[in-house]
């Protein structure tokens, strides 16, 4: 071996392993727009409860209670805004990432002349928590941004498993203002009516003879429906 090369040598293999091993892999927390195919979940993003997550949180609102037949939906977009996909929202120039005071979507929401408010009346206005919510996605970067969200079958109290994830999926379109298909699920009586009757399990789960629920949006997760399974077989109650 060239001696004089050696030294060289050596400071070359050292410097490529040391660049090797600094470098480690950061899970990418954008997921593509298509709900069929959601991204590589491989490597589980916890989720940090001072982040608001589109896929998660955001989506599903807007879905829910904005993105309907005759309004924002992918056939209507009303005022050329379709609110069923991450592109389309940023694409139509509505959302003004890192800014919630200069988001056209934001003002909407938040607007107190009922003639300009979104969702219009005689739908129901978005809760506090949803409009801070979105508020939030908005001045955090707007991102396309998922998180594996942590869900305990064990858990299936109508409190704190059932009424949360209605709330956030289903009742937008399910209310007194907008009872779609003649289903209110704005209370626990109309919840616990749909859900002995068989039909509320039937249609989040996507089961034959029932129209899969929520309408436009993703399928829920196999968590939250055993969730609600385990709810209904222990007897629908209002606990």
Known sequence: ???????????????????????????????????????????????????????????????????????????????????????????SGHVNAGNASESEIYEAITDPDPDDRMPPPPLLPLSSDQIATIRDWINQGARNNYCDAECDTANFTFASAIKPMIDQSCKGCHNSALANGGVRLDTYEFIAAVANDGRLLGTISHAGGYTPMPFNGNKLDDCKITQVRKWIEAGSQNN
Not at 29 to 44: H, M, R, V
Not at 59 to 67: E, M, R
């Open 1 to 91: 071996m060239n001696k004089v090369n050696s030294p060289i040598a050596a400071f070359i293999l050292i410097s490529i392993l040391l660049f090797f091993f600094s470098c480690k892999h950061e899970p990418d927390d954008l997921k593509p727009d298509d709900p069929n195919n959601p991204g590589d979940t491989t490597d589980l993003i916890a989720c940090d409860p001072d982040t608001a997550y589109f896929q998660n949180e955001v989506l599903p609102i807007l879905q829910s209670s904005c993105a309907l037949s005759g309004c924002h939906d992918n056939i209507t977009a009303e005022h050329d805004l379709n609110l069923l996909t991450y592109a389309s929202i940023m694409n």
